[in-house]
């Protein structure tokens, strides 16, 4: 599951996840085109505010 997914998922717009992490919406929109530039705490953030490990996010392969 890419980050995009987790979004989607859990039915967050872009703007709402950049206002919870305190961040702004470009900024967000660059970890979803760009996951290696997500810090280690964000993406404990991302997670847990969408209902999925860490793994199932950056570490999952696409392969089915």
Not at 5 to 32: F, N
Not at 34 to 45: C, L, N, R, W
Request: proline letters at 3%; aromatic letters at 10%.
């Amino acid at each position: 599951m890419e980050l995009y997914e987790a979004r989607k998922a859990a039915r967050y717009s872009q703007d709402e996840v950049a206002g919870k992490l305190g961040i702004s919406r470009p900024t967000y929109a660059k970890m979803e085109k760009d996951p290696g530039s997500v810090t280690i705490d964000d993406a404990q953030k991302l997670a847990k505010m969408f209902g999925v490990s860490v793994g199932d996010i950056f570490f999952a392969s696409n392969d089915n």
